[in-house]
């Protein structure tokens, strides 16, 4: 069997970092994701809300740089989750990531680096790198 999922998409609201009772950190977000589709000369949007969960030091990171917003790309599995609430059972599909890509950099954290504010090279090879 093949369980994998690739979404790019932006997060809802800002992530949660919480930590289990082993000191293994997770954090939670809902990721928006826009799909277009033509029926005619008619544009449809749909967006699909889905819950993401990392664990570990991306978990962390996530936490750190990502707000409400923030365009990433998420790669994991997905997972069912089943409980039980005042009598009735309930589930839910989710994403276990492994793998987080942030795609929109946060304009105070990261600056913005042209070529131009780079001192140019000691010396200038011509030589291919490969």
Known sequence: MFNRIILIGR???DPELRYAPSGMAFTNFT?????RSR???ESKEEVLFIDCVVFGKQAESCNQYLSKGSLI???GRLRERRWEYEGQKKSKMEVLANNIRFLQRKEASIPDISADDLPPPDEISREEPF
């Not at 990721?31 to 799909?35: E, R, S």
């Open 31 to 35: 990721l928006a994701v826009n799909t």
């Open 39 to 41: 029926q005619g000369d």
């Open 73 to 75: 790309l998420v790669e």
């Open 11 to 13: 997060l809802t609201r």
